[in-house]
């Protein structure tokens, strides 16, 4: 019913940006809890940001201060903008609406930082 695809992945060097996106379809975002969860090789998936349905933000700490999340209510999107990537960034990137049993994950989008 609910599909969620995540866009925006790719190889950059460290210290380099990325944005990726997410886009609903089946659903009205605004009115969700969204977050971004990454699953590096070899490591448990791991909550890296969340936003709420009033736009409140939490952040791992591993992150904070280096990625920022937004959700265009206009565009049922929900964003990551990933600023000074580091190595330990590497991952596959997944968007999330929801929780619970209810929860709904993306198909993932790789992103590598290496130089």
């Known amino acids: 019913q609910v599909q969620l695809v995540e866009s925006g992945g790719g190889l950059v060097q460290p210290g380099g940006s990325l944005r990726l996106s997410c886009a609903a379809s089946?659903?009205?975002?605004?009115?969700?809890?969204m977050g971004w969860y990454r699953q590096a090789p070899g490591k448990q998936r791991e909550l890296v940001a969340t936003?709420?349905?009033?736009?409140?933000?939490n952040y791992a700490g591993a992150v904070k201060g280096r990625f920022t999340i937004s959700r265009d209510n206009t565009k049922n999107t929900v964003n990551l903008q990933m600023n000074s990537l580091k190595p330990e960034d590497t991952a596959v990137y997944y968007c999330?609406?929801?929780?619970?049993?209810?929860?709904?994950w993306g198909q993932g989008t790789q992103v590598t930082v290496s130089s």
């Open positions: 999330t609406q929801g929780g619970g049993v209810r929860q709904v």
């Open positions: 936003i709420t349905s009033g736009g409140s933000t």
């Open positions: 089946g659903s009205i975002l605004s009115i969700y809890a």
